[in-house]
């Protein structure tokens, strides 16, 4: 037997069981019982109001921030709907968090690393980051992968924070006892999901600083944004119908890029990068592209078959990529990424 049943069951004996062994840590209630230990994963998803998922992603970015916050949002709405097996997530109540909030108390909770772009880096918007935390809790791999992707464009493509929010801060109907601003925000399209980007360009756009309350609350509302969007996909995907939430395209220019630009095995053909962010947004200046070749292989040999070769987005310049390549070893086989 283990320590922890020796000690229910004494509990149990001594008929202080009611007090609640779990519910000590756990105050919220559980309409099934917490499993003695974690069910692996993907665990069990219902529906969840969006709409309340997005206040609470709000309040939970007044305790910990956009990542602890937006990953907390979806966790806890799953813990009052099912309990166990969410009763061994490490999370406060909404009441505890409301309460601290009001107190000026710390709590930590999982997924706070990503604050800032993982501690302040200003890499993955924290927004993204616990959300995609979430959705890996509750979906199949193959399918939280869609999802996730989905979630990432969306980010780089939408003005934010929404309308949804910014009513519901002008509003007050928020869940937070107290505002860091109850302004209309402006909003932007960042195009990049780095936090860095995000902050950078919203600040530019709207005049506010960085570290101003105005920031900090458009951050809230854009994590209260991120955590609702990823329940929408997640309650589209049980239909199965994610693409009427918001479908994953490339645009024009990054679907060029990636003709050449993609995780593979020929070096020469482009393949030395990796990833499907929006090229256009940071590379906007191809002229290397009409120079001189300048890559250098891992033997040092210069590539200079490209010289000129890589007219960008025109079909002779993939058409060239394609008889160069054509030329190369017969062994390598491109490894494309979904
Ligand atoms: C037809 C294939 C092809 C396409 C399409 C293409 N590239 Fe390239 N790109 C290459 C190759 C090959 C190189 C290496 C050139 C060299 O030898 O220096 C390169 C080099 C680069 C470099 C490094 C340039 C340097 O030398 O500093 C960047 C950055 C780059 N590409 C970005 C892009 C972006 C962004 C796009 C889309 C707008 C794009 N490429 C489209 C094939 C392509
Ligand atoms: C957030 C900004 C950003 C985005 C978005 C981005 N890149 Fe880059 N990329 C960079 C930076 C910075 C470097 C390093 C450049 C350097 O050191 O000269 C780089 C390097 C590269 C290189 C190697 C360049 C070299 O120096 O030889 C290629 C190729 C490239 N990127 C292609 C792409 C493609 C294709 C996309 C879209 C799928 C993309 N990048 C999206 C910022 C970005």
Redesign the pocket.
């Given at each position: 037997m283990r320590r922890r049943d020796f000690l229910k069951g004494l509990l149990a004996a001594s008929g202080l069981g009611l007090l609640g062994f779990p519910r000590a840590v756990q105050a919220s209630p559980a309409r099934s019982s917490t499993p003695e230990e974690a069910p692996p994963l993907p665990w069990e998803y219902v529906e969840l109001d969006p709409e309340d998922v997005r206040k609470l992603g709000h309040l939970g970015y007044y305790g910990f921030e956009c990542a602890g916050g937006s990953f907390w949002a979806i966790m806890v709405s799953l813990r009052e709907k099912l309990g166990g097996p969410y009763n061994l997530v490490p999370i406060p109540t909404r009441e505890a968090v409301i309460e601290a909030v009001t107190n000026k108390e710390h709590i930590q909770v999982p997924m706070q690393f990503g604050f800032g772009g993982v501690v302040a880096w200003g890499s993955l918007c924290g927004a993204v980051n616990g959300p995609a935390a979430a959705i890996t809790m509750v979906s199949e791999w193959e399918e939280a992968q869609d999802t996730i992707k989905r979630l990432l464009r969306y980010y780089e493509e939408t003005e934010l924070p929404t309308e949804t929010s910014n009513q519901y801060a002008v509003n007050h109907e928020f869940f937070v006892p107290k505002y860091k601003s109850d302004k209309d925000l402006p909003q932007n399209a960042s195009g990049?999901v780095?936090c860095h980007?995000s902050v950078a360009k919203w600040c530019v756009a709207s005049g506010y600083a960085s570290g101003s309350s105005e920031r900090s609350e458009r951050c809230a509302r854009v994590t209260g944004d991120m955590a609702a969007k990823a329940v929408e996909l997640l309650n589209a995907g049980l239909r199965g119908d994610k693409d009427s939430v918001y479908p994953f395209t490339f645009s024009q220019d990054?679907a060029e890029?990636?003709t050449?630009?993609?995780k593979g095995k020929d070096y020469e053909a482009?393949q030395?990068?990796r990833?499907?962010?929006?090229?256009?947004?940071?590379?906007n200046d191809l002229r290397?592209h009409e120079d001189e070749a300048?890559?250098r292989t891992a033997f040092g040999v210069g590539v200079n078959t490209w010289a000129g070769a890589a007219a960008i987005g025109t079909v002779a310049g993939i058409g060239s990529h394609l008889a160069v390549s054509s030329l190369r070893g017969k062994g390598e086989k491109d490894e494309k990424e979904g």
């Open positions: 990049s780095l980007l990054t890029c990636r050449c630009h993609y482009g030395f990068s990833g499907m962010m929006e090229c256009e947004t940071c590379h290397p300048k890559l």
